[in-house]
């Protein structure tokens, strides 16, 4: 990471309240950027955002993604050089439950994001963040490149997928390449992460915040799946990879625009109950298997990114290995446990990621 390009620059955070927007914010802050963020306020008391105390050093303001005034005048107001698009209704199984509020938030609030952009003019860089599950997916462990169809079975993926589709409406009528340096001066990209770990998740309905809730209440986890086999990536690496790309956007502009698969090498693919095994030798974790199939809504099974392109294009390397990735995992929620400064621990685990 280039400390030296990101000093005072004015960066946004949309969704900058959750798990990653969080880890997203202290690097930044920790480089000397300025920091605004937009997003819900934060309902749980539980959450990386609040355990480091983000609220003092990030200029924040609280609203809907798609309250097209307050969002406008808070552009307007802080003038962000980069912006980093993660506000989202991101979980699965919710998407179900609220599916028009997940496309209300994750499609409609994408295009009022980049409306408002335009009318600022003051933005350079904008990253979307998106998902693997952008894609059109037969359920056959398929390999995806950023070339493959677009799609996504359930309203989550699917409304991801739509977002992908708005911004790049929004650049060929008001971002177009052909345009930059004449009537903006503004680069796009969207970037495919899997699903990530790390400290400081607590969402609902996740692997890891759901071993460490039931792990408090001295409680055992009930697997279903536990062979399941899953990638597994430290949120530490697609965020790199975000800001990366943010800074080769702003500064080479549209010849980065594009999307960017950003996934975990083939071997740290792991089953459910391998991942809990190794969990445990941290922190003893209780868990049962059930007998009973449960009748669960459809989830992709496994996705593999083909991240070539942002190996070549970004010179992206995954740093830390599955057993690393487990273990500052692990480290976070321990040290949180035992009441340590969090602010701290997560400064040396990002520390030791970036170097
Ligand atoms: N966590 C993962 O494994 C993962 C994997 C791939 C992609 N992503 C994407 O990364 C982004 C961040 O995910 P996360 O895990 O940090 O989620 P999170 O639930 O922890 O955070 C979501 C953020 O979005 C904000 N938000 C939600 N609805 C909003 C609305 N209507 N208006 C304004 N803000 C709103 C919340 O306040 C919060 O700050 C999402 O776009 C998600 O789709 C996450």
New binding site residues.
Partial sequence: MNKAFWKNKKVLI??????????LSRILLNACADVY??????ECQK?I?NAIDLEKEVKCC??????EEKLGNFIAECKPDVVF???????VRLSYEIPV?TY???VL?TAVLLNSLRKSQSVKAIVN?????VYENNDKNSFFSERDRLGGYDP?SNS?AC?ELVTSSFVSSFFNPEEYGKTHSTAIATA??????GGG???PD?LVPDLIRAYEKGEAVVLRNPNSVRPWQN?LE?LSLYIELAQRLYEKGTQYNGAYNIGPRKEDCLSVIEVIKKFSSYIPLKFEISSNAVKAPHEAKLLTLNSQKAYDMLGFKDKWDIDSNIEYTALWYKKQIENENMKQVTDDIISTYFG
């Avoid at 900058?16 to 880890?23: I, L, P, V």
């Avoid at 963020?37 to 934060?42: D, E, I, K, R």
């Avoid at 963040?129 to 599950?133: H, S």
Wanted: charged letters at 20%.
């Fill in positions: 949309t969704g900058n309240t959750g798990f990653k927007g969080s880890w963020g937009y997003a819900l306020p934060n959450s955002f609280y609203g809907d993604i798609c309250d698009h993660l506000a989202a209704q991101p979980i509020e209300k938030t994750n609030g963040v998106t998902t693997d599950k989550y991801k977002s495919r992460a899997g699903n990530v770990i998740d607590f969402a996740r949120v697609p």
